[in-house]
């Protein structure tokens, strides 16, 4: 069973790639550089050469591929545009076979409690393109096509994870950790091998199915942020920043930093039979080693 690829190269994607080899799957995955397409083939996928906006590309390639997961993401000002036509033509060259698209937990907004895929959505500036593009996606699953939809939350581990970036990058220059006002908003976390294993077990969910993957401990931001200045070697060089202080400092991310987020992810375990590993985050952003305590197979035969 061979599937298409897009974002392979990357963090989310060499892991997802690993995750379907190791089930015995061909991967055929897009690559825009001779070093994107060198980082796949090393990973046993065969490199497509080309970008987001090669849309006759994309359309080809899903038409050979018996289904298609799109992790990449153009980060500039046409993002939302780019992201919607690289889906449609992925979509059109699929047909009825199954298509993995990425959202993410952001666009829920504050929620005020544990919440699931059917919360209200209230998401601040920098992910508000997602929400008329998943619907767009999903609604082809009226005319035959087999959207399902994937929202992971921040992914870390491997010390180069998003929270990794987004927490320790500025801190390396600063000195200190910061995290925004008194730091007792949570973050929804998943790890990256866990959230790979959700994309591919998506291949298998109904059309028009959506799911958040998340882990089950969330911790605040004030803890993740103590933990990330352990790993540092700054154990306690923590402090805070107003929310205008982050927005000058880290753009306007600084706004989805601040949410305060707990979701479940129980519609994927109940559905798709996903059972990540119970694991400590912060003790995994502290050391950098991981805290997977089972290991889950599942059979394709």
Known sequence: MAIFLTGGSGYLGQATIRTLRAQGRDVVALARSDRAAD????????AVRGDLTDVDVLR??????????????????????????????ILDGLGGRPYVHTGGVWVYGDTAG??????????????????ANERAVLARATSGAHPVLVMPGLVYGGRTG???????????????????GDGSNHWALVHVEDIADLYVRALDAPPGARYAGVGSVQPTYREIAAAVATALGRPGAVASMTLDEARAALGPVADALALDQRMTGERARRELGWQPPERDPLAELATGVSTERKITTRSRD
């Open 114 to 131: 544990v919440v699931d895929e059917d919360a209200p959505q209230h998401p601040p500036a920098i992910t508000a393109w997602r929400a």
């Open 60 to 89: 080809a390639a899903a038409a050979e591929a018996d289904g298609a997961i799109h992790l990449a993401m153009q980060f500039d000002a046409t993002v939302a545009a780019v992201d919607l036509a690289a889906a449609t033509a």
């Open 39 to 46: 980082t796949v083939a090393a990973l046993g996928a065969e």
């Open 162 to 180: 998003l929270v990794e970036a987004l927490v320790a990058t500025p801190a390396r220059a600063a000195g200190v950790v910061r995290y925004i």
